[in-house]
């Protein structure tokens, strides 16, 4: 996945290098839950996190334009196959000192640019976690609209959870 740019923000591959600013970000319990995964307990499991998982094509750094760091991530990946309407699926999440600036609504719609334009998606999907209130108001601020409610294995935090899921069209998107 090529970088994308943004008024604020780059959106890049993820390299080793950034494994200090994973670790720091990611190990902060208040990131991790509420997404899905466990918090990182030592910078290896972060650098393992950029080998295993964030290098992966689709999967993108959020860095603030001129600083370079990364502060959180953003990914593209193929939607639940419990869902009939096959699709993209936008997930992200981003370290708490930047909660509350309008980063990842800004990355979530320089992606949809990306998925609607380039790659020519008819629709696209968001969802978030039961309790994960920021994430749903960025999913809404972004245009989706609910979908509906899906009962899911959440394997990293070995429990089960309700995930509402949200939707849009290429359509819908034009109007925005």
Avoid at 111 to 117: N, S, T, W
Avoid at 151 to 159: A, D, P, Y
Wanted: hydrophobic share 30%.
């Amino acid at each position: 996945m090529r970088v994308i740019e943004t008024e604020r923000l780059v959106l890049r591959p993820w390299r080793e290098s950034d494994a200090e600013s994973l670790y720091e970000y990611a190990k902060d319990e208040r990131v991790g839950p509420i997404a899905g995964w466990q918090p990182h307990k030592s910078l290896e499991d972060s650098l393992r996190a950029i080998r295993e998982v964030l290098s992966q094509d689709g999967c993108l750094a959020v860095t603030i334009k001129g600083d370079g760091r990364a502060v959180g991530s953003i990914a593209i990946f193929q939607h639940s196959d419990t869902n009939p309407q096959k699709g993209t699926e936008i997930g992200y999440w981003l370290g708490v000192p930047f909660w509350g600036r309008g980063y990842i609504p800004e990355a979530v719609k320089a992606i949809m640019k990306y998925c609607f334009e380039e790659r020519g998606e008819t629709i696209l999907w968001c969802g978030h976690y039961e309790g994960n209130e920021k994430s749903c108001r960025v999913i809404k601020k972004c245009g989706f609209t609910y979908a509906y409610t899906d009962i899911c294995e959440v394997s990293q935090m070995n429990e089960t959870r309700r995930e509402y899921l949200y939707s849009i069209t290429r359509e819908d998107w034009e109007k925005l």
